[in-house]
């Protein structure tokens, strides 16, 4: 396998387990509800996966590695874009500052009116609030926690207030130290400078190809 597979092969499986990981062991099982800018960064990591799924099947067809790139660029844009509203509405919670809260629905509006949210509403239907990712233990759950969530999320005795979690996702949680939106961001950020250097590495030797990708993807950016 080349070095160029490889590496839109390891892109597509960042962006699975980071999927991955926000439903299956955050929302599911640790029982962190998603909020609307939640589902849509999810939706922004579903779209780079499938455009590392199209570089990676078909390495050398010049069209398709354009595609690959508008759809990377655009996920990557679109992902940072709703992180980074995240970001601000998190410190306004922190702030109390209630004109800082807006811009959160339980109705997510996906690009060109994709109903995803109905098609796959336990991945892409919002239940939480934007800036609160502190997890929410169901009645019935509470008392059946195993070792490992009570780990994270706290137990009932203690009224679930000394889990890892239990103020939130945080890299570094005893510190309070980068939150789930700015995670985000820096990953989004280091996606957006690797892609930046492959497409001028890959435009310079496809010039037509890489104008067209650059143009499309600019349009996407700027309206969808």
């Known amino acids: 396998m080349s070095c160029a597979k490889s590496l839109w092969l390891a892109l597509f499986a960042l962006c699975v387990l980071s999927l991955c990981y926000a439903h299956f062991f955050l929302q599911e099982y640790l029982f962190m509800r998603p909020c ?36 990377c660029a655009w996920g990557v844009a679109f992902g940072a874009k709703h992180s980074l509203a995240l970001h601000h509405i998190q410190q306004a919670f922190k702030e109390n500052n209630p004109f800082g809260v807006s811009g959160c629905s339980h109705a997510p509006h996906f690009p060109f009116g994709l109903p995803l949210d109905t098609i796959l ?37 203690n009224n679930f207030t000394e889990g890892f979690y239990s103020k939130g996702w945080f890299l570094l949680p005893q510190f309070e130290f980068i939150s789930m939106p700015q995670a985000c961001l820096l990953l989004f950020g280091a996606l ?9 590495v890959w435009g310079k030797k496809n010039l037509s190809y890489a104008l067209c990708a650059f143009v499309v993807a600019f349009g996407l950016i700027c309206f969808a």
């Open 36 to 71: 609307e800018k939640c589902v849509l960064v999810r939706f922004a990591f579903c779209v780079i996966a499938l455009g590392a799924f199209v570089a990676f099947i078909a390495p050398q067809d010049k069209l398709l590695k354009a595609l690959a790139f508008v759809l």
């Open 121 to 157: 509403p336990s991945f892409f239907r919002p239940n939480g609030v934007c800036g609160l990712d502190t997890p929410i233990i169901p009645a019935e759950n509470a008392l059946n926690l195993s070792a490992v969530q009570r780990f994270f999320v706290g137990s009932v005795e």
């Open 192 to 200: 957006a400078l690797a892609l930046g250097v492959g497409f001028v």
